[in-house]
């Protein structure tokens, strides 16, 4: 089983693993504006940058997703996707009050075959039921060219990383 930390506790992943090299697997989960169904993964014709959160409400994630935005103009053509499991009304608002329009928000709320099938699903601890912080980079054809488990919930992503991967 896959793990994370969360404060300097190890906190345990439930779903499928998923690495560089892999077929991503095609999910469908909800774009917050107008709560449209919105397919991740798979073989897209163009690249993909899934950004994984745990909830766009705290102040790591909300940071992490406004510095996607701001540097989404660096990756044109990217198909750049922030996945939470916040509800879709919750992350509009977000999206709203943040100016957050250079990427699609979406959550996972409904069955969490994201979180499972990309195995960020935390299963234990105080977040249990959401997911970590993640991010993967998918390329054209659906394979996994990128993979970010961050190693502590509370830290930010390897940005410079995840962008070179899709550029």
Do not use: H, W
């Not at 693993?17 to 449209?36: F, M």
């Not at 509800?87 to 250079?102: D, H, K, M, Q, V």
């Not at 699609?104 to 234990?124: P, T």
Request: proline share 3%; net charge negative; hydrophobic share 45%.
């Amino acid at each position: 089983m896959a793990t994370t930390m969360l404060k300097g506790n190890v906190v345990n992943l439930a779903g499928n693993t998923v690495n560089v090299g892999d077929k991503a697997p095609a999910v469908t989960v909800v774009n917050s504006n107008g709560l449209a169904d919105k397919v991740v993964g798979g073989a897209s014709g163009k690249k993909q940058l899934i950004v994984v959160v745990p909830s766009l409400d705290t102040a790591v994630c909300a940071t992490e997703t406004r510095n996607f935005n701001k540097r989404a103009s660096e990756i044109e053509g990217v198909d750049l996707t922030v996945v939470s499991m916040d509800l879709p009304f919750a992350a509009g608002r977000f999206c709203s009050t943040e100016g957050i329009e250079n990427l699609v928000v979406a959550s996972d709320f409904r069955n969490k075959d994201f979180a499972n099938a990309y195995g960020v699903l935390i299963a234990d601890g105080a977040l249990a039921g959401v997911t970590c912080r993640a991010i993967f980079a998918v390329n054209e054809e659906g394979t996994v060219i990128y993979k970010e488990i961050v190693p502590e919930i509370t830290a930010e992503p390897e940005y410079e990383a995840a962008l070179a991967a899709v550029k």
